[in-house]
């Protein structure tokens, strides 16, 4: 398959992720962008929720950065990228599974109170206490917290995003938990 | 405007876009992976002690010998080859069943020599023999050759380790018993033979219980 580049000359996805493995960081971005509709529909042949798609669609953009490297030049991209699309899309299934045979879902076990707003309890004082306090972290910390905790992205996700090392992601979380917890008390991240 | 995290994804992912050394073709690594284990192989029957095992067994039989130990590296060799091929991304299935006509044989022209063995000696032809021995010896190598191939084949990163492990698994035990055979002055008996289906399926066992950590699947 083919995307109009940047000079108008339409470019295979082959010549992109061989500039990308080369460390061409626009042709890169170009591929990403162009597969992405393409990863979409593989993984909506075998999952439905639009939630869950994309979630899949991101661990297989994931999985083509830590592969990347596998990428023969000259080889056509659509058989390897639906490889990836489809393991992640059957170990998706699987955790799905797994996770309905052992968990029930049931959203109201959640609420403590007929009344809504009673469910919020102190939210909104949390977020004027930890606004200015997160405000306050290093700029690594802040990230790393953000991504892990807020994001609930996975380490290994984390550090693709972040281009952080999964070793500096845990020390920057452990710090800037410390930091808050000095804070506001040590209580809240119990 | 909301960024839609798949998005943000995008733009993280390519500015991380350092260069990656790209991996050479399956064959090729295969290729080097089976000559380097050859190299160590031929050390092996060259140091350790063995008294020409393989005249002492094969006189008589040389040409069922000679088939015989072609199989088992035919095996071992295609095994390995197509476990490289199976840890790319996108690579046909059909790689999965190269290695099973050269298994088919090993086993058949081993079975044969066994059943002509039993024929010539009687009832001793069911002699547990030095299987154990055998046993020992095919899971050893195999953990020796098993370790460099496993460093070799997780630089892929492979995104579904069990078929990789499994073929890994044969290809190293299939070599092992290849190598066994010039430490193996003794003609193989269906007990011997029964010992060493179950050490390649005790390697092969190991090799998918120790996938993740040996493969590092991405």
Known sequence: ?190 | MTVRPTDALIDALSADAAPVGRLAPPLVRASATLAGLALFGLFAILLLPNSNPLAMRGAGAEMQAGLELAAALLTGALAVIAAFHVAIPGRPRGWLAIPLPALALWLGLSGLGCWRDLVRRGPSGWDLGHSMDCLAFIVTASLVLGAPLAWRLSRAAPIDPLPVAALGGLGIAALSAFLLQFFHPFAVTFVDLAVHIVAVGIVMALAGLLRRPMLRPA
Do not use: C
Request: glycine share 8%; proline share 5%.
């Open chain 1, 1 to 190: 398959m083919t995307v109009a580049g940047g000079d108008s000359k339409e470019e295979s996805w082959g010549d992109l992720l061989a500039a990308a493995q080369r460390g061409d960081g626009g042709a890169y971005r170009r591929f990403l962008i162009a597969i992405t509709p393409f990863v979409r529909a593989l993984v909506r042949r075998r999952i439905r929720a639009d939630d869950a798609v994309e979630d899949v669609v991101q661990e297989t953009l994931l999985t083509v950065h830590r592969v990347r490297h596998t990428y023969e030049p000259g080889r056509p991209v659509e058989p390897w990228l639906a490889a990836i699309a489809g393991r992640r899309s059957i170990d998706a299934l699987r955790r799905s599974s797994r996770t309905g045979a052992r968990e029930v879902h049931d959203p109201a076990a959640y609420e403590t109170f007929a009344e809504p707003a009673a469910n919020i309890g102190d939210a909104g004082e949390s977020a004027r206490v930890l606004g200015p306090l997160m405000g306050g972290l290093p700029p690594r910390q802040k990230e790393a917290l953000e991504l892990t905790k807020l994001k609930e992205m996975s380490l290994e996700e984390a550090s693709a995003a972040s281009g952080q090392s999964v070793a500096s992601l845990k020390v920057n979380v452990h710090r800037a938990i410390k930091r808050l917890r000095l804070g506001i008390g040590k209580d809240m991240f119990e």
